[in-house]
């Protein structure tokens, strides 16, 4: 059964193997020839190279999923020491709870309503008033292309009735 890859992550692929090309042979060798098969077999046809061999990678554009990949092999195949993979699985859990943090900040379900623009852009109302919303589910945008023939019809009558019965 072949699997299926994304473009985004045979990218990534394409991306490490360049990576990879550019480091010593020593460290390339720690990495399973297995895993680089992998890596050769799903990688992007039509990739163009684009490191830059006098700036560090930190300052290079790495795709989301690289940096990844690259995360995962230099704990696991890249650290002399399990001191170092302790050190490294730390600073990679204290980077996971950062960012848990801030999409707890961002996106928490209690602090929704406090937002003085809400997702309509209306103003909060103040001493608990009612802002009255005029629905009408007749002038909501429709992409009719997700509907078989039958139902376009159908809505499009509906609309038409109902546009009628509001000018009478």
């Known amino acids: 059964m072949a699997v299926q890859i994304k473009p985004d992550q045979a990218f990534a692929y394409s991306e490490i193997l360049e990576i990879l090309e550019l480091m010593e042979e020593e460290d390339v060798k720690k990495v399973p020839q297995k895993l680089i098969d992998i890596f050769e077999k799903n990688a992007l046809p039509t990739y163009e190279k684009h490191f830059d061999v006098n700036k560090p990678l930190a300052e290079q554009d790495v795709s989301p999923k690289t940096a990844a990949l690259i995360a995962m092999l230099t704990l696991n195949y890249w650290c002399e020491s399990e001191e170092e993979k302790r050190e490294l699985t730390n600073l990679y859990n204290e980077n ?6 801030e999409m707890r900040e961002k996106y928490n379900p209690d602090k929704i309503f406090d937002n003085p623009n809400n ?3 209306t103003p909060k109302p103040e001493n608990n008033e009612v802002i009255q919303h005029n629905y009408n589910p007749a002038h909501l945008p429709l992409d009719y292309n997700m509907f078989p023939w039958y139902k376009k019809i159908f809505t499009q009558v509906r609309v038409f009735i109902l546009n009628l019965l509001k000018k009478i």
């Open 96 to 101: 996971e709870r950062k960012y848990q943090q």
């Open 119 to 121: 997702i309509t852009g």
